[in-house]
């Protein structure tokens, strides 16, 4: 199961989220002086999977590892059962990685993500969910609306095509996560096909704190970076495959921007708009407000807000050379 080849499934998908949270926890008790308890929980509906994960379960020692043989949606009572034991020393963060749009309706998983203290990480398969978003079955479609727990998204992709529609359907669901959830802040990175020009599946990420979306996108930074080198060797590969031609430079060499760039132009120009929305009948806004606003989109960094607040305006609440940071109660103001 879970294409492991190692006899103690150290290569498997769990056993590596066990060994980051690991890392994890080090890196704090060595930052902050603080040792974290750490509880993972499994689910496999498969039982002679489930037997191979439960004895991983049992064999681990200095973090705690429950396996349940569930779905997801069936374990959800007994999900939040196991963290409300935990009472408030555990910080839950839900990461919701399916195969395809089915198991995680926003009905079922509202219990979930309304819990406080949490944060949630939805692999959202955007590809496979273009393709049958607007299948008139009525299977397909009352599994759609399951999914968003309404028939809004339907509105908002409603005559849109290619890029449009793509981002209407993420952002209609990154929308209902944030209100079912009651979530201030989320954002939404994309994540490549290896050898095309096109999105593979997306992330969304809800938080209740502003600090999470600066760390958020961070990561997304430096993982677009290492996706430039990463795709265009994947390219290269393929193209060596089908000409039997070696090439002469590899993805660190001479990485693949094109694509990349585009969106992020592409996204940029949404972000302009929503601030120009945010700022449609007001003169000020909290940095706080703008920050959350234009950096829900992909690609879309801190760097582009700044530059955006130095040709519309400025920003008040700033000592001398400093720059505004999250949270210190900074305005924008709008230059006539």
């Known amino acids: 199961p879970w294409n492991s080849v190692s006899n103690e499934l150290r290569d498997s998908s ?23 308890p750490v509880t993972c929980i499994f689910l496999e509906t498969d039982a002679n999977a489930f037997r191979q994960l439960d004895t991983f379960a049992n064999a681990q020692s200095d973090i705690e590892v429950i396996a349940l043989n569930q779905s997801f949606e069936s374990a959800i009572p007994d999900i939040i059962a196991q963290i409300r034991s935990k009472g408030r020393s555990h910080f839950l963060f ?13 009905e079922a998983i509202a219990p979930l993500i309304q819990l406080s203290p949490c944060e949630v990480l939805v692999n959202f398969m955007t590809g ?3 393709r049958f978003i607007e299948d008139e079955r009525d299977g397909v479609k ?33 929308d209902r996560i944030g209100a079912v959830g009651a979530y201030p802040y989320w954002s ?8 095309r020009d096109r999105t593979h ?29 990463v795709r265009s060797d994947a390219k290269r590969r393929s193209r060596q495959k089908a000409t039997r031609q070696m090439e ?43 920050y959350a606003t234009a ?42």
């Open 128 to 130: 496979h969910i273009q």
């Open 248 to 290: 002469m430079f590899s993805g660190n060499e001479l990485p693949d921007t094109h694509h990349l760039d585009s969106l992020r132009r592409h996204f940029e120009s949404l972000a302009d708009h929503a601030l120009e929305a945010l700022f449609k009948d007001r003169k000020e806004v909290p940095y706080d407000d703008a």
């Open 94 to 106: 839900l990461w919701i990685d399916p195969k395809g749009w089915k198991g995680f309706s926003m």
């Open 142 to 174: 009352a599994s759609f609306r399951r999914l968003f727990g309404d028939d809004s998204y339907e509105r908002r992709i409603e005559g849109l095509e290619g890029r449009a529609r793509e981002d209407a359907i993420v952002l209609a669901y990154a």
């Open 295 to 336: 950096l829900r989109f992909p690609t879309v960094q801190k760097s582009f807000l700044r530059k955006w607040i130095d040709s519309h305006g400025e920003v008040l609440g700033v000592g001398p050379g400093k720059a505004p940071k999250i949270k210190n109660g900074c305005v924008v103001r709008l230059m006539p």
């Open 188 to 195: 939404t990175a994309l994540v490549l096909q290896p050898t």
């Open 201 to 229: 599946f997306h992330l969304i990420y809800a938080t209740r704190d502003l600090k999470g979306i600066e760390v958020f996108k961070d990561a997304e930074r430096k993982a677009l970076k290492l996706s430039e080198s």
């Open 14 to 36: 769990f056993a590596i989220a066990v060994e980051e949270l690991k890392s994890a926890r080090e890196t704090v008790a060595q930052k902050y002086g603080k040792t974290l």
